[in-house]
């Protein structure tokens, strides 16, 4: 067999549209039967990099940064909430939501690759964020989602709060911005082309034809 197919997918714990790139991108690798040919990692990059430990009430949040009306946020939500039902992804929008700080579940999810379990991880992230309610800054929350995925809590709380892991996954972030890298997602392919946004099926199906190609 070829050589695996890198696939680095930059992007956040809180945003949708990554859930629903990501769902897309596995839609495509499952319907071409290739899933033996890829390796994926999920690469750190956080949207609010100043959010504060509290958060910001998601409507809020939108307006101050995009300039989104309610009505507009309302349309986009039901757009994205349509979408992912398609792909078998829950979003669950509330009133009252809050934007969390996404820090500490980038630094676990550079752990959970250590352990071979960071797309498990960052499934359960999202899914918790967008389909549970839950705030994923909450270390208690982080322990629940760690745990539930088979992996040692304790252990990973050791890293988490280890001055070379936060320094690392600081500089890995850095690294993709200091490529271009300014909006998520974007999904790189072998560390030589890249897309951003969360593309049709088709258009990964394409992409990943021609790379097995070449």
Request: glycine share 6%.
């Amino acid at each position: 067999m070829k050589n695996k197919i890198i696939i680095d997918v930059v992007s956040d714990v809180v945003c949708p549209w990554c859930a629903i790139g990501y769902k897309r991108l596995e839609q495509a690798i499952t319907e071409m039967g290739i899933q033996d040919q890829i390796a994926l990692e999920w690469q750190p990059f956080q949207l609010n990099p100043n959010m504060p430990a509290e958060g910001q009430d998601v409507e809020e949040h939108i307006t101050e940064k995009y300039g989104s009306t309610p009505e507009q946020q309302k349309e986009s939500q039901e757009r994205m909430t349509e979408f992912g039902a398609e792909l078998g992804f829950k979003f669950d929008y509330f009133k009252g939501m809050r934007m969390a700080n996404t820090f500490d579940a980038h630094v676990l999810l550079t752990y959970a690759k250590e352990q071979g379990k960071q797309t498990e991880l960052k499934l359960r992230l999202l899914n918790a964020f967008f389909g549970e309610h839950k705030d994923v800054s909450d270390r208690a929350i982080l322990k629940q989602e760690l745990e539930a995925i088979g992996l040692n809590a304790t252990e990973a709380f050791s890293v988490l709060d280890n001055k070379e892991m936060r320094t690392k996954v600081k500089s890995e972030e850095e690294y993709w911005k200091s490529l271009g890298v300014n909006s998520v997602p974007t999904v790189v392919f072998n560390r030589k082309s890249a897309v951003n946004g969360a593309q049709p099926v088709a258009v990964y199906k394409k992409i990943l034809t021609d790379i097995l190609a070449s």
